[in-house]
T-cell receptor
Framework: EAGVTQFPSHSVIEKGQTVTLRCDPISGHDNLYWYRRVMGKEIKFLLH????????ESGMPNNRFLAERTGGTYSTLKVQPAELEDSGVYFC???????????FGPGTRLTVT | AQSVAQPEDQVNVAEGNPLTVKCTYSVSGNPYLFWYVQYPNRGLQFLLKYITGDNLVKGSYGFEAEFNKSQTSFHLKKPSALVSDSALYFC???????????FGAGTTVTVRA
C-alpha cells in the first residue's frame, strides 16, 4: 500500500509570491488533515477534510491560506501571498474512517525569503 | 482544550540501555494517545496508540508505552535501545469528541554505540 505523498518536498519562494502544496492520501482514506511545524515548535493542526468537505478549518492562520480537496481525492494548500512567518514544514496526513491512527506524509519544507 | 508536554528536548542513552521518552497530556475527556517517530528527511511514522483497555500498549520496533491516568502520562519505553532508534519522537493526544491531534514539541533521542 502506497503511503501519503506530498509535493514538492521543498519550496523556496519570495515574500508576496504564491505557492501551492499538494497531498495525495492513502487510497481509501476519507479523512485528510493538514498540519504545520514552524521553527522546531509543536506540530499544529490546520484543517480536516472528510472526503471533499471541510470538517474543521479552525487551525488555518488567516485568509491567505486556502485548502481544497477536489473530488475527495488529493488536496492542495495554497498560500497567497506568502509571508515570512509562513516558513515551516507542512505535513499532510490521512486516516481511514474506522481507524484511529493518522498516517503522515514526508512533509513539504516551505521557505519564504 | 487539549495539550501535550514533552519535558525533555533531548534524551541520550547508550546502546543496549533502556530508553524512556516522557509525555504528559491534558484533555477534557478520556484521551486517545499516540506516539510518532520522525527519522531524518522522513515523515512521521506511527508507532503505537492507546485508545482504551490495557494500560500497557505495544507498538512497532519493540517500543511500548504505559498509560497512567492519575499522572496524565503516556511515556514511551524500549527495554534495549539501538543506534537506529536515534530520531525525533512526538507524543500526540486527541479528544474523543474531536478529530485533530495536538502534538508535543518533540524529543530528540540519540543512542550512542
Amino acid at each position: 500500500e502506497a503511503g501519503v505523498t506530498q509535493f514538492p518536498s521543498h519550496s523556496v519562494i519570495e515574500k508576496g509570491q504564491t505557492v501551492t502544496l499538494r497531498c495525495d492520501p492513502i487510497s481509501g482514506h476519507d479523512n485528510l488533515y493538514w498540519y504545520r511545524r514552524v521553527m522546531g515548535k509543536e506540530i499544529k493542526f490546520l484543517l480536516h477534510f472528510v472526503k471533499e468537505s471541510k470538517q474543521d478549518e479552525s487551525g488555518m492562520p488567516n485568509n491567505r491560506f486556502l485548502a481544497e480537496r477536489t473530488g475527495g481525492t488529493y488536496s492542495t494548500l495554497k498560500v497567497q501571498p506568502a509571508e515570512l512567518e509562513d516558513s515551516g514544514v507542512y505535513f499532510c496526513a490521512s486516516k481511514r474512517q474506522d481507524r484511529y491512527e493518522q498516517y503522515f506524509g514526508p512533509g513539504t519544507r516551505l521557505t519564504v525569503t | 482544550a487539549q495539550s501535550v508536554a514533552q519535558p525533555e528536548d533531548q534524551v541520550n542513552v547508550a546502546e543496549g540501555n533502556p530508553l524512556t521518552v516522557k509525555c504528559t497530556y491534558s484533555v477534557s475527556g478520556n484521551p486517545y494517545l499516540f506516539w510518532y517517530v520522525q527519522y531524518p528527511n522522513r515523515g512521521l511514522q506511527f508507532l503505537l496508540k492507546y485508545i482504551t483497555g490495557d494500560n500497557l500498549v505495544k507498538g512497532s520496533y519493540g517500543f511500548e508505552a504505559e498509560f497512567n491516568k492519575s499522572q496524565t502520562s503516556f511515556h514511551l519505553k524500549k527495554p534495549s535501545a539501538l543506534v537506529s532508534d536515534s530520531a525525533l519522537y512526538f507524543c500526540a493526544v486527541r479528544d474523543p469528541n474531536d478529530y485533530k491531534l495536538s502534538f508535543g514539541a518533540g524529543t530528540t533521542v540519540t543512542v550512542r554505540a
